[in-house]
């Protein structure tokens, strides 16, 4: 908890190190999510996923992810504020639970099915920290899933559009056909030990993109993809009318 007054230590990491201007609002009152579906195929057996999430209401089930009609793949707060990743349509729980909704965290998901060992083909990690699941359960060995498929993808809700996440995403990066580790993304601060971003600086893939919500000029272009591959995504329930409703939010992961 930060007590008023006080210096917020994530704020103090990030001074000196890489700066996140802007994030992006969710209010589940308004059924915001953002939406894209691949024109083509990329890899569909490995992939990283990055986000920040600062959560807002933390009272039901919410979606961050949700693709294909049937949900396959998925990330979901559970009613009880464990995690539950879903990978080929068989679904993972953590032992850790998130219902800390003034505190922002940083999430990264390396999916693999190329991994002969079962417990090599899903990590995740929480600022830096790997998790650990109370239920486990992964596809075969070089099974093709959804994510990165020509398929609907949804950031911000499942697929119907339902559980719509309310809250806040900053630095969303998808890497299409890499599995990567919280090293590419963050680092530890080695005055304050805080878990801050860095500035992503590999490859993306053919279907990979990056997150950044930094042009409110309409709803089209906050959905814009900064990696350069121009997959853009399209909106729903996001404002860009200045007031209460404005949704391009100064509030960061280095601005808490």
């Not at 390396?110 to 486990?136: C, E, I, M, P, V």
């Amino acid at each position: 908890m930060i007590v008023p007054g006080s210096v917020n230590p994530l704020l103090l990491a990030s001074l000196a190190g890489y700066q996140i201007p802007y994030s992006l609002r969710f209010r589940a009152a308004n059924s915001a999510y953002l939406s894209r579906t691949p024109a083509s195929a990329g890899n569909r057996k490995t992939a990283t996923i990055s986000m920040w999430i600062k959560r807002g209401n933390i009272s039901s089930a919410m979606d961050p992810l949700g693709v294909a009609a049937g949900n396959t793949e998925a990330i979901r707060f559970n009613a009880t504020n464990t995690m539950m990743i879903r990978f080929g349509n068989l679904d993972s729980t953590t032992n850790a639970v998130f219902r800390d909704p003034s505190a922002w965290g940083h999430l990264v998901i390396a999916r693999d099915t190329t991994q002969a060992t079962s417990t090599d083909r899903l990590k995740a990690w929480w600022n830096g920290s790997a998790l650990t699941f109370s239920s486990y359960s992964v596809p075969a060995q070089n099974a093709d899933t959804d994510l990165f498929n020509t398929v609907v993808h949804n950031l911000g809700a499942s697929t119907g559009p339902g559980n719509i996440y309310d809250g806040y995403m900053a630095e969303v990066n998808f890497i299409d056909g890499q599995a990567l580790t919280p090293s590419s993304f963050g680092q530890t601060d080695a005055t304050t030990g805080v878990w801050v971003p860095k500035k992503y600086s590999g490859t993306y893939g053919a279907n990979g993109f990056y997150l950044k919500f930094a042009d409110a000029t309409t709803t089209t272009t906050i959905g814009n993809d900064s990696s350069g591959n121009a997959n853009n995504w399209t909106t729903s329930g996001i404002s860009v009318t200045s007031g209460v409703t404005f949704d391009q939010m100064t509030d960061t992961p280095t601005l808490n």
